[in-house]
């Protein structure tokens, strides 16, 4: 089984109390192939960095995780994106980007584009996000889509998980647009409801709910405090709630996290309502701790039902 994740991963810049700046790496996509990769799943990471030190100290860290880097592009004069993560006073952070530029939005439409469109339709299973969507304009865009697409031809699935972040899009009808093509090339469908209410209004479930029985789906949401997965597939449609978490740390890359337990649990042969209790088990470790990346030794075992990290 051959895995990609398609994204951006970007410099990460948190600002402290007196100003200094912490370097970290970040993203979404990027954070869904090293939990799968933790988890032993064969996973390349598909993006576009530039020639300069951050982009070879990010490969070599994605490599240091087990993440295959035959798709990763080098585009020569050209630098990842970056972020500010500011926390004010109240503790309350806010995310401040520089990513227009970024090497890795012309992934798509740079001259070695076809090749990685020819690499990408090979795959077993490919990932990708709202996020991934908002990173390559139209043109970029319909090339991806129509790199998915040979990809399903030749018997490969697609995963999509929402993420929608609405400064990623110059108009929402043009997010609106793309979600619902990606929604309709997926196989595996990851959807939190927030999302589809901010993108869709009230009737955002609705626009998942319409591949139900062609598609696999997991709904997110919660129905009380605790969150609760709604995973539907076939005729089924099960609810699985995720089980109390200690203490809720940092909620950075659960639903990233939740995706590549998903995943690497289906991926293992488990069906899709324990796939997504594995899911439930490792987002909940992750926001446990601060920060996207949890350290190797408070990784769950997805393997023994009720074991803590
Ligand atoms: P995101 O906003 O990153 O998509 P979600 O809010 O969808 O993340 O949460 C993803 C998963 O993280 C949930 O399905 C659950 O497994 C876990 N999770 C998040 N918040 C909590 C919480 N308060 N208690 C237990 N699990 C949580």
Not at 45 to 70: K, N, P
Not at 246 to 261: E, I, K, L, M, Q
Request: glycine fraction near 12%; charged fraction near 20%.
């Amino acid at each position: 089984m051959r895995v990609a994740c398609i994204g951006e991963c970007m410099i990460e810049l948190s600002e402290q109390f007196d100003g200094s700046l912490v370097r970290g790496f970040g993203g979404d996509t990027l954070n869904t192939a090293l939990y799968l990769a933790r988890l032993g799943v064969a996973v390349d990471y598909v993006t576009a960095l530039g020639d300069d030190a951050w982009s070879d100290e990010m490969a070599a860290a994605w490599g240091r995780e087990g993440i295959g880097l035959g798709q990763v592009r080098r585009l020569p004069g050209r630098m990842p994106g970056l972020y500010i993560i500011r926390t004010d006073a109240a503790g309350e952070r806010s995310f401040h980007y520089w990513r227009d530029q970024a090497a890795a939005r012309d992934l798509f439409v740079e001259p070695g584009a076809a090749e990685t469109r020819a690499a990408v339709a090979t795959y077993d299973l490919v990932y990708v996000s709202g996020i991934s969507l908002s990173l390559y304009g139209e043109s970029g865009r319909a090339a991806l889509f129509e790199t998915l697409g040979a990809l399903r031809a030749r018997g490969g699935r697609v995963a999509f998980d929402t993420n929608y972040r609405p400064r990623g899009w110059p108009v929402r009808e043009v997010a609106q647009a793309a979600f619902r093509t990606a929604l309709a090339l997926a196989d595996l469908i990851f959807a939190s409801v927030e999302d589809l209410d901010w993108l869709f209004g009230a009737a955002g479930v609705d626009e998942v709910l319409r591949h139900r029985g062609r598609a696999e789906i997991v709904l997110k949401g919660s129905t009380g405090p605790a969150p609760v997965a709604r995973v539907l597939h076939g005729t089924s449609d099960t609810w699985v709630p995720a089980g109390p978490v200690a203490r809720v740390v940092d909620t950075t890359a659960a639903g990233d996290s939740f995706a590549a337990g998903y995943l690497a649990a289906r991926l293992a042969g488990l069906d899709p309502e324990a796939a997504a209790a594995r899911a439930h088990r490792l987002a909940g470790a992750v926001i446990g701790h601060r920060g996207a990346v949890i350290p190797r030794a408070a990784m769950p075992d997805l393997d023994r039902p009720g074991a803590h990290s």
